[in-house]
């Protein structure tokens, strides 16, 4: 079975930039979460939809970011406009259902602004 | 509401030491627990967990965690590890009936030669 997929894996662009970071989840899977991984803050999860529907959207950090989940088997990250705070490693993770069913992550995108 | 409290930030070890990292947690509901770990540039997999009946499980590498409802703790164990395992180990807690797993801040395993 394919795991999580994302890309790009790295992307370094300038402050001011849009970025948008992909992910394509488990096929089967109806729960995606997208996470941001920094030295300072640890693992933070940002937003997560289920049955394609946002649920909570609480950690996204400001109005520059927003996701979306367009079907099943594909979601987005965008950053608009990207500014250096925002380099950190984003994960994007599915499970299937509710209770006891673990996250499965992808390798990551490390997004680096300069 | 839960919580995961992961104790040790750090915990270097010698090879073929035993090791213990150390988690509690807080709920209002009951939950499942989980132990992740993240290898250098790669994302969280899943290493082992809880979710019924036998208070002690396994995963398939030698770690092995005991649930225990009294101190709400989750500690993972190894008896002997290996330089391989130097990794990041995050404990999670999911509230039965809810989607959000939540994540402690993670322990660094330094495996020494």
């Known amino acids: 079975d394919a795991g999580v997929i994302q890309s790009p894996r790295h992307e370094v662009t300038e402050m001011g930039q849009e970025v948008t970071l992909r992910c394509k989840p488990i096929?089967?899977?109806?729960?995606l979460f997208w996470y941001r991984q920094t030295m300072m803050r640890g693992l933070e999860l940002l937003i997560y939809f289920n049955n394609n529907v946002p649920i909570d959207d609480s950690g996204m950090p400001e109005d520059r970011f927003s996701a979306k989940m367009p079907n099943a088997s594909f979601s987005t990250l965008k950053i608009q406009p990207s500014e250096p705070r925002d380099s950190a490693v984003y994960f994007c993770?599915?499970?299937?259902?509710?209770?006891?069913?673990?996250?499965?992550f992808g390798d990551g995108t490390r997004l680096s602004i300069l | 509401a839960q919580s995961v409290t992961q104790l040790d930030s750090q915990v270097p070890v010698f090879e073929e030491a035993p090791v213990e990292l150390r988690c509690n947690y807080s709920?209002?509901?009951?939950?499942?627990l989980f132990w992740y770990v993240q290898y250098p540039n790669q994302g969280l997999q899943l290493l082992l967990k809880?979710?019924?009946?036998?208070?002690l499980v396994e995963s398939i590498n030698g770690f092995e965690a005991e649930f225990n409802k009294s101190q709400t703790s989750f500690h993972l164990r190894k008896p002997s590890v290996h330089i391989s395992d130097t990794a990041e180990y995050f404990c999670?807690?999911?509230?039965?009936?809810?989607?959000?797993?939540?994540f402690g801040a993670g322990t660094r395993l330094f495996v020494k030669a």
């Open positions: 999670a807690v999911k509230g039965t009936g809810g989607f959000k797993t939540i």
């Open positions: 993770a599915s499970s299937f259902g509710r209770d006891n069913q673990p996250q499965h």
């Open positions: 709920s209002s509901v009951s939950v499942y």
């Open positions: 809880y979710l019924s009946g036998s208070t």
């Open positions: 096929s089967g899977h109806n729960s």
